[in-house]
C-alpha cells in the first residue's frame, strides 16, 4: 500500500488550504487541519510544498507536524476508534475496555487492522467523564460502553 | 407542545439523537438544548407545562413510544417532576450555568430573552477601567486551576501601552474529570463570546480567540454557529451593540496535544507553532500572543463576567469563603452513581459533593479515593471529605481545587497504578522543553514499576520522593510542577498499595 498521495492533488489540496486561510494570523494548524481533513492524513510530500508557501523551513512545518498527535503521516483506517485511557474513564474501566479493544481487533494501541478498516487509538479525555468508560467513533462520542457495545459500534462502522 | 432534548455530547453519547427524532416522528416540537447537568438522568427530555418544565429521564429510545401514549407529551406521565424542583436543582447557585441546559444555543434571541446580553449592555455603558474594577471587586479568580485574580491580570493588560491587544480564552480543556468547559460552550455559546467582549472592551482589545481542544467537535460546531449568529446581530463586529466598539473572535482549533491547556504553550499553538512552554517572564499579559498583551482566561472565567456585570460585583463576592468568592462550576465524574456539573459557592465540603450530590459510587461500593483538579490534582481519601472547596484550604492540605473536575474511584482501585499512570501521563504529553518534566516522568514511571515489582522497595521509594522534589522546583510549567502531586498524595494516603 502506498503511503503517499500523488504529487499533483497534493500540490492543490495544499494551495486551497493556504488560500481558505489567507489572512489568519499564524495559520498552520487550521491549514494542517484542512490538509488533513481532505487527505486524511498529512503526507511528507506535503511539507516542503507548505513550507515554501508559508515562508517557513522544512524543519518548522515538520516540527509542527510531529508534534501534535491528530497529525498523523500515514492513512488510517476508515473508521477511527478512541478508547479514553485517563482517570475517570479508568475509574470504570476503560483500560479493561482498551484491552479488550485490542485483543478483539488484533492491534496494539495506534494500530490499524490489515484490512484498513479500523484504526484503534487511545485519547486522555473526551469530556464525557461522568458517563464513562467513552469512546469516539470517528467524530461521534459514546458513553458508558461495554466491551459487547464496542463490538457492536465497532461492527457498525466497518 | 413544545419539548426540550439536549444537544450535549454527553447527553447524545447516550443516546439522545435517537430519542428527539423519535419523539418527532411522535409529533412534538423538539428543541434542543445543552444538558441540565444531571447526566446520570441523560437523556433527560423535559417538556414545557403550564407549572414549568417537567422531566423524564433516562429515557432510551425504546421507551419514547410507551411515555408519549402514557401522555408524557403534555407532562402527564410519571416523570420527574418539575425540573426546577429536583434535589439536585434546587441546592445550586447557577450564575455561570444559569442558562446551560434551558436555552437554545444556537438562538440569539432565546439568549437575550432570558438576560444574556444584561452584563454586556452594563458593561458597554461603563468607563472601561470601571469594568476592570468590577471583576476585581468581585473576587473572581482563574477558573482554569491557577485561581489568578482575573481583574489583576485584566488591569496589567489594559495598562499596557500596545496598538493591538487580544484576548485569548483557553478552551483547552484536557484535565481528565473536568467537562464544564465543553457543556457551557456546547449549551450557551453566546455567554462565553460575551465575556470575551466584555474582556476586550475593559483591556482594549480588538481581536478574540478561542482555542479549543480537536477532542470537543460538537463546542467547535456550537461556537462556530454561535460566532456567525452573535456577528449577524451586531453583537461582534465592528460595533458592538452600536456602541462604536470593535471586537472580533475567531475559533482555533488544537491537535491533541495536553500541553497546549498551559498558557503560553497554548499562545504558541496559535501562532502556528509547537506547543512548547515559554520561560515566563514575560507574562502573556505583556507579551502575549505575537507578542502584544494578551488577556489569557479560561473559559469558565470569561463566561463569569456577564453576571457580574449584570448583578454587581457586589452579589457575586457576597458568595463563597475567605478569598474564594463567587460561585464554582464542580464536576463529578468516574465511579459515580450521580455524576455531571453543579454550581456552587465555594465552601461546599468536598464530602458533600461526591456523597449528597453524587450518591456515591456508580458500583455502589465503597469511595475510595477522590482526584480533585484533574490529572495534576491531589488523591485524596475519605478522611478529608470535610474539606471545603476552598482554593487556600486546599492548598494547606497539599492538594488543589483546580479546575473543580473530581473523580471518584471505589475501594477496587489501586493506587500505585493511578501514580504510575499520573507518570505516564506526563511523559506520553510532556513538550519537551525542560528536563526535569521530559526524562523525569520516564523514571517515575521506570521507578514505580520496580517498587510495584517488589525490587528494592524502600531504597526505590526514597528515590521516586527525590525525582518528586526534583520536578516540582525544577519544571517550567504545572505539568512536570504538579505531576508529583497525585504522586505523592497516593503514597501519602495509600502507602498500602505501595508495599
Known amino acids: ?47 516542503p510544498v507548505l513550507a515554501g508557501r508559508l515562508n517557513l523551513s522544512t524543519a518548522e512545518v515538520h516540527g509542527v507536524v510531529t508534534f501534535y498527535r491528530d497529525f498523523r503521516t500515514t492513512p488510517p483506517g476508515r473508521v477511527t476508534v478512541r478508547v479514553c485511557r485517563a482517570e475517570a474513564c479508568r475509574a470504570v474501566g476503560g483500560e479493561a475496555l482498551m484491552e479488550h479493544a485490542a485483543a478483539s481487533l488484533g492491534v496494539t494501541r495506534g494500530g490499524t487492522t490489515p484490512d484498513g478498516a479500523v484504526t484503534l487509538d487511545e485519547v486522555f479525555c473526551l469530556g464525557n467523564c461522568a458517563l464513562g468508560p467513552a469512546v469516539q467513533v470517528g467524530d461521534r462520542l459514546h458513553g458508558r460502553v461495554t466491551p459487547a457495545r464496542l463490538d457492536a459500534l465497532i461492527g457498525q462502522g466497518r | 407542545m413544545k419539548v426540550f432534548v439536549p444537544k450535549d455530547s454527553a447527553a447524545v453519547s447516550v443516546g ?40 423524564y429521564g433516562p429515557v432510551a429510545p425504546e421507551d419514547v413510544d410507551g411515555l408519549v401514549a402514557a401522555g408524557m407529551l403534555d407532562g402527564t406521565a410519571p416523570g420527574l417532576g418539575l425540573v426546577e424542583d429536583l434535589p439536585w436543582m434546587r441546592a445550586q447557585q447557577r450564575l455561570t450555568f444559569v442558562r446551560v441546559g434551558v436555552v437554545d444555543p444556537a438562538d440569539p434571541a432565546d439568549h437575550e430573552r432570558h438576560g444574556g446580553l444584561d452584563g454586556l449592555r452594563a458593561a458597554l455603558g461603563m468607563d472601561p477601567a470601571d469594568v476592570v474594577t468590577a471583576v476585581t471587586d468581585s473576587g473572581l479568580r482563574g477558573r482554569g486551576g491557577a485561581g489568578f485574580p482575573t481583574g489583576v491580570k485584566w488591569k496589567t493588560v489594559a495598562d499596557a501601552e500596545s496598538e493591538l491587544k487580544f484576548v485569548c480564552c483557553n478552551a483547552d480543556e484536557g484535565d481528565s474529570g473536568t467537562f464544564a468547559d465543553r457543556m457551557l460552550m456546547e449549551g450557551d455559546p453566546f455567554t462565553l463570546l460575551t465575556g470575551m467582549t466584555i474582556a476586550a472592551y475593559a483591556v482594549g482589545a480588538s481581536e478574540g480567540y478561542v482555542y479549543v481542544r480537536s477532542e470537543y467537535p460538537d463546542a467547535v460546531a456550537a461556537l462556530r454557529t454561535a460566532i456567525v449568529a452573535a456577528r449577524g446581530q451586531g453583537w461582534l463586529g465592528e460595533s458592538v451593540l452600536g456602541s462604536g466598539f470593535a471586537f472580533d473572535v475567531h475559533v482555533r482549533v488544537g491537535a491533541g496535544a495536553y500541553i497546549c491547556g498551559e498558557e503560553t504553550s497554548m499562545l504558541e499553538s496559535l501562532e502556528g507553532k509547537r506547543g512548547t512552554v515559554r520561560p515566563k517572564p514575560p507574562i502573556p499579559a505583556l507579551e502575549g500572543l505575537f507578542g502584544h498583551p494578551t488577556v489569557v482566561n479560561n473559559v469558565l472565567s470569561l463566561a463569569s463576567v456577564p453576571t457580574i456585570l449584570a448583578d454587581g460585583a457586589e452579589a457575586y463576592a457576597a458568595l463563597g469563603v475567605g478569598r474564594s468568592r463567587g460561585t464554582q462550576v464542580f464536576q463529578l465524574g468516574g465511579n459515580i452513581a450521580r455524576g455531571g456539573v453543579l454550581e456552587t459557592a465555594f465552601g461546599i465540603s468536598l464530602g458533600e459533593l461526591v456523597e449528597t450530590f453524587g450518591g456515591g459510587t456508580l458500583s455502589g461500593r465503597p469511595v475510595r479515593a477522590v482526584q480533585v483538579g484533574g490529572p495534576l490534582g491531589a488523591y485524596l481519601p475519605v478522611e478529608q471529605f470535610d474539606l471545603p472547596m476552598d482554593y487556600e484550604a486546599f492548598a494547606a492540605s497539599g492538594a488543589m481545587v483546580g479546575h473543580g473536575g473530581i473523580v471518584v474511584f471505589d475501594d477496587t482501585v489501586d493506587m500505585s497504578s493511578m501514580a504510575r499512570f499520573a ?13 526535569p518534566c521530559r526524562i523525569g516522568a520516564v523514571r517515575g514511571v521506570e521507578t514505580i514499576d520496580r517498587i510495584r515489582a517488589g525490587e528494592d522497595r524502600e531504597a526505590n521509594l526514597v528515590l521516586l520522593e527525590d525525582l518528586c522534589e526534583l520536578m516540582t522546583d525544577g519544571s517550567l510549567c504545572a505539568m512536570g510542577g504538579l505531576t508529583p502531586l497525585p504522586v505523592r498524595s497516593a503514597i501519602t494516603h495509600f502507602g498500602e498499595d505501595f508495599r
Open chain 2, 16 to 55: 439522545a439523537d435517537e430519542v428527539a427524532e423519535l419523539l418527532a416522528r411522535a409529533g412534538a416540537q423538539v428543541v434542543r438544548t445543552g444538558s441540565r447537568g444531571m447526566l446520570w438522568l441523560e437523556p433527560l427530555v423535559e417538556v414545557e407545562t403550564d407549572a414549568g418544565r417537567v422531566g
Open chain 1, 1 to 47: 500500500m502506498s503511503i503517499e498521495a500523488p504529487p499533483g492533488p497534493v500540490d492543490e489540496v495544499v494551495s486551497r488550504a493556504v488560500e481558505a486561510h489567507r489572512g489568519s494570523r499564524g495559520a498552520l494548524l487550521p491549514i494542517l487541519h484542512a490538509v488533513q481533513e481532505e487527505l486524511g492524513h498529512v503526507p511528507p510530500s506535503v511539507v
Open chain 2, 423 to 435: 507518570m505516564e501521563f506526563c511523559a506520553e504529553e510532556s513538550c519537551g522543553r525542560c528536563t
